[in-house]
Structures are given as C-alpha cells and as structure tokens.
C-alpha cells in the first residue's frame, strides 16, 4: 500500500524554523513534491526533490526553504526558516503525476507562523 505521512508541522512565530518530514512508504518515489494550502485559498506548488537530488522551488519560498532526502529511508524533508505568517497553511507532500493533482498525497501537517 502507497502511504505518505507528514510530521513536524506546528505553531511558530515569525522568523522561527520548522522542519517538515515525509515518510513514503509500500513504493519507491522518483520525485516528491510539497504544496501547501492556506485556509480559503488554492493549492500553492512549493518545492520539489527529485531521488537524484534535484531540486526546485517557488519564488515564494526560494532561499528561505531547503528541501532534501534520505533515498535510504525513503523519506523527503522540508526545512523552512524566516518563516512568515505567509507560510501558514497545511502543507503536503504528494507524488506521481502533476502536483496539483497527484496520484498520492499525504494528510498533511499543519504549518502556523504566529506571534
């Protein structure tokens, strides 16, 4: 069974630091992307990892965000410093297809900046 989980998400304030992970599990991925989504808007791209290491971000995000892997233990993670209250929203790493809508996408982890 194709599982992705979250974890790491939670209550920051502006300019802190959180660590997202992505645990997949039942396949090996090939690329994995994080999106997110913030309370009454869209499904806003992030950030992409391919398995050789690749990577590509949104504008938004580039220089603040880090996204790596560990292809040994299948697992993407998403370093996200100088957050913003413009980060808030519940972020999600998903694969297989566009990334607006992929085939797997995980439950998410809730990401708030907050003072």
């Known amino acids: 069974e194709v599982q992705l989980v979250e974890s790491g998400g939670g209550l920051v304030q502006p300019g802190g630091s959180l660590r997202l992970s992505c645990a997949a599990s039942?396949?090996?991925?090939?690329?994995m992307y994080w999106v997110r989504q913030a309370p009454g808007k869209g499904l806003e791209w992030v950030s992409t990892i391919w398995r050789d290491g690749a990577n590509a971000y949104a504008d938004s995000v580039k220089g603040r965000f880090t996204v790596s892997r560990d292809s040994a233990k299948n697992t993407v993670f998403l370093q996200m410093n100088s957050l913003k209250s413009d980060d808030t929203a519940r972020y999600y790493c998903?694969?297989?297809?566009?990334?607006?809508?992929?085939?797997?996408r995980g439950q998410g982890t809730q990401v708030t900046v907050s003072s």
């Open positions: 998903a694969t297989s297809g566009p990334w607006n809508s992929p085939s797997h």
């Open positions: 039942g396949f090996t991925y090939l690329y």
